[in-house]
Each structure stands twice: as structure tokens, then as C-alpha cells.
């Protein structure tokens, strides 16, 4: 069953939610150490954004690659491929004692993220029914909860056994692996069903929109990516130093807090797929990003409770943007899904990965308050909205 006769396959769906948790924990726990890597390592706030860079800009490059290559020639199997990846990359973190090891073992992790996000994008279309919205929301939930997860991973094993109790995650890799492998084999069934390269997934261009509209509209889906992504990031990898600096409070309790704020992102991000299937994507984009201004611009202000629990809201209202704004693109551009997933995440990635460094290098001239002051005025940027054609879906 598939998207083609109105059904979606539930089963699929956690497995690829399910998926994405393995990986997008793993991702996680690169900056929910970075405390202690910066401690073990006397790391600058520069390198440690250069960590998130190598590992973003490895998971980003490679992902619209991956994507317009499976489009023509899917692969079922790349998606167990690349969780390999990932589990070597784990491998190494581990036992990494120096800031080029450490740049290597973010990098392997990021190349098998790059094989994950197109590929079980297309995947979760596929088990969709039609439900379109939704079921990218329960794919990208995934990954959500995965990083909500992962600074309990860390202070619960990691922080009080070291570094190299990273190698028991290696354990949830093969794991991960082998689920991965059984997706394959029911994506290698829908290929032998629907065809070679579009395995039941194209649908119709019914909004017949001009060229010039369409790249208007990815222009502003990019301005919007760049608001979201920039200040996310920017709260995953350093709200654990901003509380820290700001409260005093310690680095175990500070991953509580950033917990908080990956689980609060993680209910947007359902809400925001199921609404945008009944409401429109368009008015889920409006409210997800411009939305979380007053609540960002709040933030630098308040004191710990209050600040974590605005953090919190936030993330549940801007995370509610991702699924739309893909499921969104995927219509401007239909016929390409894993293009334009592997490109939209791949973007996404990339952003976060060069805020990231951006913000690390801000932090060390002029504080990590400082930093928390400046972006939050980037949801500013979600008025943009207004110029995006409305489109049917």
C-alpha cells in the first residue's frame, strides 16, 4: 500500500520515525558533549563551531546529491548504507583524543545522515496514504525526540563514565542498521510495484504556476530556512553554555533544560504537519516562524525558569515550520522529492552548521548572552511569508 491508493502504511511509518530517532540522536550527542569536549580538549568557542560545521556541511553537501540520485536510481538498501556510516563515526568519537579526530568522527556521522533524510523522506511519502503533511511530521518526529533524548543519553551515561561510553551507542547502531535493512526490503517491493525511479510517490502539478513564481517562492522557503535554522541552532548549541554562564547552574542540569526545549520542538513538529494537511502549509509557515518572535525577543531577559520554559516555546513553535515548508516545496516541484528533500534538509543542515560557527566565533569576542540578544530578532524574518503564492496540495 501506498501513498497511490489512499492508505498509509502505519508500520512503515514507525520504523522510518524510528530510524530517524537512531540517527538524529547520534547526530545530537556531538553537541550535548561539547561542554565536555571544551573542558577535556581546552577547546575555543570557535572550534567547538567548527565541530558543528564539519559535521553539518557533511550532512548537507552530500544530501541533494543523494536525493536527485535515488529519484532516477533508488537504492533500498543505501539507507542501512548509511547508518554504517554512522556507527564507524561513533566508533572513532569515542576514542577521539585530539580536535582533528573528533572533526573526523563528526564528519563519518554526517555523511550517513546525508543517505538517511532523502531516502526515508521519499520512504514516508511513500506509506503517506495522501496524508502528506503527516506523515513527513511523524518521519521528522523522529529525529526530534532522537535529539530530545540525546543530553539524557549524555548525563545519564556519557558524562558520568567519559568519552568512551560512547561506544554503547554503537550497540543502538547495529540496531538501527537492521531496521533499516527491513525498510529496504519493503521500499525494494514499491519500486517493483510502481516502477523504476518513482515508486508511486510523483503526483500532478495541479498548480501550474509560472517559472518566476516558483523561484520566488524558493527564494522566500530559503529566507524562511535561514530564520528557522540560524536560531535553532543557535539555541541547540549554546543554550547549555548561556545557562550555565547566566545561572550557574551545572552542566548535568543544563542538559535537562536543553531536553526540555528538543521534546517542546518535537510536539510542534507534529502539530505543525497535521495542521498544515488540513489548514494549508502556507498559514502553518506564517505562524511557525514570525510567530516565535515575542517569545525569542523575551528570552535574554528573564530568569531561569522563565527562560527555559520560553526556549520551550519556541522550539514548539518554529519547529512546526519544517514539515510544512517541505511538504510545500514538494508541491512547487513535484516529481522530485528526494531532490528537493535531500536539498531543503541538506540546506537545513548546512545553516545550522554555519550559524553555528558564526554564533561560536560571536561568543568569543562578545559573550554568549550577547549572542542569545542579537538572534533573537531573526523570527522577524517570518513576514516574508506574505510574498509565498497559495497552492493547492
Not at 573542558?39 to 567547538?48: N, T, V
Not at 542498521?177 to 510502481?194: E, H, K, M, N, T
Not at 535554522?229 to 541547540?236: A, V
Request: charged residues 10%; glycine residues 12%.
Amino acid at each position: 500500500m501506498s501513498e497511490k491508493n489512499g492508505k498509509a502504511v502505519i508500520s512503515i511509518l514507525v520504523m522510518v520515525c524510528l530510524g530517524h530517532l537512531f540517527n538524529d540522536m547520534f547526530q545530537a550527542v556531538i553537541p550535548a558533549i561539547y561542554p565536555m569536549l571544551k573542558e577535556a580538549m581546552g577547546l575555543s568557542f570557535l572550534q567547538i563551531g567548527a565541530i558543528t560545521l564539519t559535521n553539518n556541511i557533511t550532512a548537507s553537501l552530500f544530501q541533494p546529491l543523494v536525493g536527485y540520485f535515488s529519484d532516477k536510481h533508488p537504492r533500498p538498501y543505501g539507507l542501512a548504507v548509511g547508518m554504517c556510516f554512522t556507527l564507524l563515526g561513533l566508533l572513532l568519537l569515542s576514542a577521539a583524543d585530539s580536535f582533528v579526530l573528533v572533526l573526523a568522527a563528526v564528519a563519518l556521522v554526517g555523511v550517513g545522515s546525508s543517505v538517511l533524510h532523502p531516502e526515508s523522506s521519499k520512504v514516508a511519502r511513500l506509506a503517506s496514504g495522501g496524508a502528506k503533511g503527516m506523515a513527513q511530521s511523524v518521519f521528522q518526529v523522529g529525529g526530534n525526540i532522537g535529539r530530545a533524548f540525546s543530553p539524557v543519553v549524555v548525563a545519564l551515561i556519557i558524562v558520568p563514565h567519559g568519552q568512551g561510553a560512547i561506544r554503547w551507542l554503537c550497540l543502538m547502531a547495529v540496531a538501527a542498521v537492521i531496521l533499516l535493512a527491513v525498510i529496504g526490503r519493503w521500499y525494494r517491493g514499491q519500486i517493483a510495484l510502481y516502477g523504476y525511479g518513482r515508486s508511486g510517490q510523483s503526483i500532478e502539478n495541479r498548480n501550474r504556476l509560472p517559472r518566476g513564481r516558483i523561484v520566488t517562492a524558493l527564494l522566500v522557503l530559503l529566507v524562511l530556512m535561514f530564520s528557522k535554522d540560524f536560531y535553532i541552532t543557535n539555541i541547540h548549541s549554546y543554550l547549555t553554555f548561556y545557562l550555565i554562564s547566566k545561572f550557574g547552574i551545572s552542566i548535568a542540569a543544563s542538559q535537562y533544560c536543553l531536553f526540555a526545549f528538543l521534546v517542546a520542538s518535537a510536539a510542534g513538529l507534529i502539530a505543525g504537519g497535521t495542521l498544515g494537511d488540513r489548514w494549508g502549509r502556507k498559514y502553518v509557515i506564517w505562524v511557525s516562524i514570525l510567530g516565535a518572535a515575542p517569545f525569542a525577543l523575551l528570552l535574554p531577559y528573564c530568569g531561569l525558569v522563565v527562560t527555559v520554559v520560553l526556549a520551550m516555546l519556541v522550539g514548539m513553535i518554529m519547529s512546526s515550520a519544517m514539515s510544512a515548508i517541505l511538504v510545500y516545496a514538494t508541491e512547487l516541484l513535484p516529481g522530485n522529492i528526494g531532490m528537493v528533500s535531500g536539498a531543503f534538509f541538506g540546506l537545513s543542515f548546512g545553516l545550522g552548521g554555519i550559524g553555528s560557527a558564526l554564533f561560536g566565533w560571536l561568543a568569543d569576542v562578545s559573550g554568549i548572552q550577547y549572542v542569545f540578544q542579537l538572534t533573537a530578532f531573526l523570527p522577524l524574518l517570518g513576514a516574508v511569508t506574505y510574498f509565498l503564492p497559495d497552492i493547492k496540495d
